[in-house]
């Protein structure tokens, strides 16, 4: 399809070839990033409830008889706020094993106290749902690991750099 919209658009056929042969895909979507104590270590981006809905959705799809573990980073403390009421629902129905959130990344806010991810993980009030913060998440990484298949580390902060040095 891609090959066609470029010669639709007069591209030159070899220009599309060669572009298409050198695409690696999009970063930060779904990304396998390794494996760490045999569980599959995966990286996203998503971060408005629907996204993350759609993606673990769709996890679930592709590993159907796996155990799954969801580690979110909430992005903004005044998104957080805003959506919270969503994420809530949404959180409570996601097709995983287990759900770790770990603190706002605060981009470029200042934490005034009005919401914390140990709120809406509190909010939430599911039996496989459990706070942490930075700190204690790799304590809790390094030993649970093992008991999931898939590992799924999402967020729009810095939670792909957190994953990454999780399995060195």
Known sequence: LAFQVGLALDLDPGIIRKSLEEYTGVNRRFEY??????AKIYSDFGHHP???KETM???REKFPDKKIWLIYQPHMFTRTKYLFDDF??????LPVDKISIIDIYPSREVDTG??????LAEAIHYDRLEYHSKEELTHVFK????NYDVVFFMGAGDIDKIARSLMS
């Open 88 to 93: 809530v629902k949404v959180f409570k129905n």
């Open 143 to 146: 030993n649970q690991a093992q």
């Open 57 to 59: 959705q769709a996890v």
């Open 114 to 119: 009005t919401v914390s991810s140990k709120q």
């Open 50 to 52: 629907t996204e993350i």
């Open 33 to 38: 990033i390794g494996e760490f104590k045999g």
